[in-house]
C-alpha cells in the first residue's frame, strides 16, 4: 500500500473505532486514536509474514502491544488485517465475548497477554532473542558468537509502549538486555502523545529526554511525526536491521487524534462518547475520508 491508501484505511478504522467503542460504552478512546496510525502501518506496509488463516506460522513476524489498555485499536487493526470477523469485534464489551479491555490469546493474530504496564518490552526482547538464537548453527547459545558474524533471525518483533509506560523500571532492564545481544530485530516505539491517565507525563514523572536516555543505553532512537503517516513509512523505511543494535522510534502523537474534541484533552484517556458526540466524530472521519477517496 502506498501512503495515501494507507491513510484512507487508517481513517476507515478510526470510523470503526469510534463505532466500536461507543457501542461497548468502554474503552481508552484517546490513546487508541493516537496509535492508530502506527497500527495501520505496522500490520499493512512492515510486519512481514502475516497470514490470518494462520496466525501462528513460524516466521511471522511479532507484535507486542505493552500498553495493552489500548487494545480497541489493534482489534480494529486485527479485523481489517482478516484476523478477526466483523461480527466477532460487535461483540466487544458484551458477556461472553473473547475480546477483553486488554490483549489475550484467545483472540487470533494476538501474541501474548498484556496490559500489566511495563511488561511488554521485556517479552518482545525475549521473542527477539529466541529468533537470533533459532537462526544459529545447532549447539551456540549465544545470539552473537564471539569472532563471528551478526545472524540473520528468522522474524522481527515490533513492541509498542505508551509514554506514561515509560516510569516502569522493568522497561530499562529490558532494554539494558537488548542492547547486551545487540538485538537488531527488535524495534520498540513509543507513542508519545505526553498524557496519561493522571495528566500530562512532564508533571507526573518527567521523561525528557527520552532520546538521550535510550541513546545511552545503546539503542539506535529515531524520532518522528506519528501523526503523519509519510513519516511514520520514512522512520520504518531508514532502519537497519543488521547494525547489531535494537532500535527504539519516538512516535510523537496527540492524544484523541482524529476527533476535534478529544484532542490533547486528558479526559479522553478512558472518556466513552455519548450519542451526539458519536455522531460528531464520525462525521469528522467520514468528511476526511471523501477526500482521500
Same mark, same amino acid.
Given at each position: 500500500?502506498?501512503?495515501?491508501?494507507?491513510?484512507?484505511?487508517?481513517?476507515?478504522?478510526?470510523?470503526?473505532?469510534?463505532?466500536?467503542?461507543?457501542?461497548?460504552?468502554?474503552?481508552?478512546?484517546?490513546?487508541?486514536?493516537?496509535?492508530?496510525?502506527?497500527?495501520?502501518?505496522?500490520?499493512?506496509?512492515?510486519?512481514?509474514?502475516?497470514?490470518?488463516?494462520?496466525?501462528?506460522?513460524?516466521?511471522?513476524?511479532?507484535?507486542?502491544?505493552?500498553?495493552?489498555?489500548?487494545?480497541?485499536?489493534?482489534?480494529?487493526?486485527?479485523?481489517?488485517?482478516?484476523?478477526?470477523?466483523?461480527?466477532?469485534?460487535?461483540?466487544?464489551?458484551?458477556?461472553?465475548?473473547?475480546?477483553?479491555?486488554?490483549?489475550?490469546?484467545?483472540?487470533?493474530? *494476538?501474541?501474548?497477554?498484556?496490559? /500489566? +504496564? %511495563?511488561?511488554?518490552?521485556?517479552?518482545?526482547? @525475549?521473542?527477539?532473542? !529466541?529468533?537470533?538464537?533459532?537462526?544459529?548453527?545447532?549447539?551456540?547459545?549465544?545470539?552473537?558468537?564471539?569472532?563471528?558474524?551478526?545472524?540473520?533471525?528468522?522474524?522481527?518483533?515490533?513492541?509498542?509502549?505508551?509514554?506514561?509506560?515509560?516510569?516502569?523500571?522493568?522497561?530499562?532492564?529490558?532494554?539494558?538486555?537488548?542492547?547486551?545481544?545487540?538485538?537488531?530485530?527488535?524495534?520498540?516505539?513509543?507513542?508519545?502523545?505526553?498524557?496519561?491517565?493522571?495528566?500530562?507525563?512532564?508533571?507526573?514523572?518527567?521523561?525528557?529526554? *527520552?532520546?538521550?536516555?535510550?541513546? /545511552? +543505553? %545503546?539503542?539506535?532512537?529515531?524520532?518522528?511525526? @506519528?501523526?503523519?503517516? !509519510?513519516?511514520?513509512?520514512?522512520?520504518?523505511?531508514?532502519?537497519?536491521?543488521?547494525?547489531?543494535?535494537?532500535?527504539?522510534?519516538?512516535?510523537?502523537?496527540?492524544?484523541?487524534?482524529?476527533?476535534?474534541?478529544?484532542?490533547?484533552?486528558?479526559?479522553?484517556?478512558?472518556?466513552?462518547?455519548?450519542?451526539?458526540?458519536?455522531?460528531?466524530?464520525?462525521?469528522?472521519?467520514?468528511?476526511?475520508?471523501?477526500?482521500?477517496?
Amino acid at each position: 500500500m502506498n501512503t495515501k491508501e494507507l491513510q484512507l484505511l487508517c481513517e476507515r478504522n478510526r470510523k470503526r473505532l469510534v463505532e466500536v467503542v461507543y457501542r461497548a460504552k468502554a474503552g481508552h478512546i484517546g490513546g487508541d486514536l493516537s496509535c492508530l496510525n502506527m497500527l495501520t502501518a505496522l500490520y499493512f506496509h512492515v510486519m512481514q509474514g502475516l497470514e490470518p488463516a494462520n496466525p501462528k506460522v513460524a516466521d511471522r513476524d511479532r507484535f507486542v502491544l505493552s500498553k495493552g489498555h489500548c487494545v480497541e485499536a489493534l482489534y480494529v487493526t486485527l479485523e481489517a488485517r482478516g484476523f478477526l470477523k466483523p461480527e466477532v469485534l460487535d461483540t466487544l464489551g458484551q458477556f461472553g465475548s473473547i475480546l477483553s479491555g486488554h490483549p489475550t490469546i484467545e483472540v487470533p493474530g *494476538i501474541e501474548v497477554n498484556s496490559g /500489566a +504496564l %511495563g511488561h511488554g518490552l521485556s517479552i518482545g526482547v @525475549g521473542m527477539a532473542l !529466541a529468533a537470533k538464537m533459532d537462526s544459529l548453527p545447532e549447539g551456540i547459545c549465544n545470539p552473537r558468537p564471539a569472532g563471528g558474524d551478526l545472524q540473520s533471525p528468522t522474524y522481527r518483533v515490533f513492541v509498542l509502549m505508551g509514554d506514561g509506560e515509560q516510569g516502569e523500571g522493568s522497561i530499562y532492564e529490558a532494554a539494558m538486555a537488548a542492547h547486551r545481544y545487540h538485538l537488531d530485530n527488535l524495534v520498540a516505539i513509543i507513542d508519545r502523545n505526553h498524557l496519561q491517565i493522571s495528566g500530562n507525563t512532564e508533571d507526573v514523572m518527567p521523561l525528557e529526554s *527520552i532520546a538521550d536516555r535510550w541513546t /545511552a +543505553l %545503546g539503542w539506535e532512537v529515531a524520532t518522528l511525526n @506519528g501523526d503523519n503517516m !509519510a513519516d511514520i513509512l520514512h522512520a520504518f523505511n531508514t532502519i537497519d536491521y543488521n547494525n547489531g543494535r535494537p532500535h527504539l522510534l519516538i512516535s510523537n502523537t496527540t492524544k484523541g487524534r482524529g476527533v476535534s474534541f478529544m484532542e490533547g484533552i486528558a479526559k479522553w484517556h478512558h472518556g466513552v462518547l455519548n450519542e451526539e458526540q458519536c455522531r460528531q466524530a464520525v462525521a469528522e472521519i467520514e468528511a476526511r475520508i471523501a477526500l482521500l477517496m
